[in-house]
């Protein structure tokens, strides 16, 4: 299915969900962070849904950013929702209870990258290219870039990033940590990050879901609270069906067969 920007289709239980505005280097306008959002709804709602993919269309971008001709003639008050969305995009990506594969095919600068950034996993291209040159513009970034990008890099890093606007290539996000993979090509992108897509699907849903809210509770919680929350999930996990399923596979050398609940 598509829609106006964006390309939904679903496959075995993996969602991949295009930005589709090859033209434009899938720059993210106020639409298309509508749809993004609307769309990332929809996977979570579908319980035949077990992962998500997020890519560009064609092999030159990911997201170059936000669409800049949105930026034109807007002052603090005009240009407010566009923030709030985006970071409402972001936090709500960050939120879902499946896991979220950012597949990086080329440039993912500015709001392209903060969307990125709000996937619990990412794999790049080796013409990946990433960044945020928002203060080339006389700008910040505002999708969240300036709280993410110090979590995942370091404070450093990501100052270094943020305030020289450089863009740095994969195997250099590879090294600071804020992408986990590099590919070759667009083509062994595509196909790795499907293999991993289809490996998280056989996985237990329920314990998916609270081994990544414990996950990003490292980001938010002091870590006693933390601690205290882990305790409360995995105890939670033992009244699942899969780890009935996945204990008595292993005792009998089998694979599991989850069924996620």
């Given amino acids: 299915m598509s829609e106006e920007g964006v390309l939904y289709e679903v496959k075995d239980g993996v969602v991949t969900i ?3 505005r090859p033209k434009k280097y899938n720059a993210l306008n106020m639409e298309v962070v509508r749809t993004l959002r609307e769309l990332m709804e929809r996977a979570e709602k579908d319980s035949g849904v077990r992962v998500v993919v997020l890519t560009g269309a064609g092999d030159k971008a990911f997201a170059a950013g936000a669409d800049i001709t ?3 003639d807007r002052d603090s008050e005009t240009v407010r ?3 709030e969305n985006g970071q409402e995009l972001c936090r709500y990506i960050e939120s879902m209870s499946k896991p979220v594969i950012a597949a990086i095919n080329g440039f993912a600068l500015g709001g392209g990258c903060e969307v990125a ?4 996993i990412r794999y790049a291209s080796a013409n990946a290219r990433l960044g945020q040159p928002e203060i080339n513009l006389g700008i910040i970034p505002g999708f969240g870039g300036t709280v993410r990008l110090p979590r995942l890099v370091g404070l450093g890093k990501a100052k270094e990033l943020v305030l020289t606007g450089d863009h740095i290539k994969a195997e250099e996000a590879l090294r600071i940590g804020l992408v986990e ?3 070759d090509s667009v083509e062994a992108l595509r196909k790795g990050v499907m293999e991993l897509a289809e490996k998280l699907a056989k996985k237990p849903g329920v314990a998916v879901k609270l081994a990544k809210q414990s996950l990003n509770n490292a980001w938010s919680m002091p870590l006693s609270e933390n601690l205290s929350f882990e305790v409360d999930v995995f105890c939670q996990t033992f009244d699942t069906e899969d780890k009935d399923e996945g204990v008595d596979a292993f005792l009998n050398k089998r694979e599991p067969q989850f ?3």
């Avoid at 950034?117 to 619990?120: G, K």
């Fill in 181 to 183: 993979r590099v590919f």
């Fill in 81 to 83: 929702p566009l923030a």
């Fill in 117 to 120: 950034m709000a996937c619990d």
């Fill in 70 to 72: 949105e930026f034109k």
């Fill in 18 to 20: 295009t930005i589709n």
């Fill in 259 to 261: 069924k996620h609940r």
